[in-house]
T-cell receptor, first 111, second 115 residues
Framework: GEKVEQHESTLSVREGDSAVINCTYT??????FPWYKQEAGKGLHFVID?????DRKQSQRLIVLLDKKAKRFSLHITATQPEDSAIYFC??????????FGQGTVLSVIP | AQTIHQWPVAEIKAVGSPLSLGCTIK??????LYWYWQATGGTLQQLFY??????VESVVQLNLSASRPKDDQFILSTEKLLLSHSGFYLC??????????????FGPGTRLLVL
């Protein structure tokens, strides 16, 4: 089945800088790649997604890139703010329609 | 607007005792429903999904069962809790199964501690 590897377990950036979180996946049939944000003790909040028919998507300060050849996708948060601090999860929907998550990245934005 | 509610918010239970966790979705008709488990500090693992009332598919067993008694309700249960059941249980819904618009939206979760 699908395996999703999230490369940064922790990430610290200064407020105003950009943060980049990288994920790789194994199933070539995967076509949908959402990102979620989890604040301490809370449920997951959907932030942005990308589908396999495009290689870039932007929503305000969030940019997602998808490289299908390398089976890699990434979340870029520009002009980071302290409220961006949270755990970010990448995920992929494989050929079996199951959503598989990465291990999570703890992002700390230092004021 | 759709809302997703999970109950209880948190539970402390004894090993060997029964458990029932609930999830209700309001504002969406015939959603696909999912149960996930998250170990403390860990990733999420899908446990069950349901496309329609009365039908539940198991993804990972973990000595748990799930039922969908109503269109807007999903129940997770076990008759005998294990220590390994501790963690955070999340319910999610999506609109389309296997289609392009299959974003899953999560509830606030139930924290379970088994002692």
């Amino acid at each position: 089945g699908e395996k999703v590897e999230q490369h940064e377990s922790t990430l610290s950036v200064r407020e105003g800088d950009s943060a980049v979180i990288n994920c790789t996946y194994t199933d070539t049939a995967s076509s949908y790649f959402p990102w979620y944000k989890q604040e301490a003790g809370k449920g997951l909040h959907f932030v942005i997604d990308i589908r396999s028919n495009v290689d870039r998507k932007q929503s305000q300060r969030l940019i997602v890139l998808l490289d299908k050849k390398a089976k890699r996708f990434s979340l870029h948060i520009t002009a980071t703010q302290p409220e961006d601090s949270a755990i970010y999860f990448c995920a992929a929907t494989g050929g079996n329609n199951k959503l598989t998550f990465g291990q999570g990245t703890v992002l700390s934005v230092i004021p | 607007a759709q809302t997703i509610h999970q109950w209880p918010v948190a539970e402390i239970k004894a090993v060997g005792s029964p458990l029932s966790l609930g999830c209700t979705i309001k504002g969406k008709s015939s959603p696909n429903l999912y149960w996930y488990w998250q170990a403390t500090g860990g990733t999420l693992q899908q446990l069950f999904y349901s496309i329609t009332v009365g039908q539940v598919e198991s993804v990972v067993q973990l000595n748990l069962s799930a039922s969908r008694p109503k269109d807007d309700q999903f129940i997770l249960s076990t008759e005998k809790l294990l220590l390994s059941h501790s963690g955070f249980y999340l319910c999610a819904w999506s609109l389309v199964w296997g289609g392009a618009e299959d974003t899953q939206y999560f509830g606030p979760g139930t924290r379970l501690l088994v002692l």
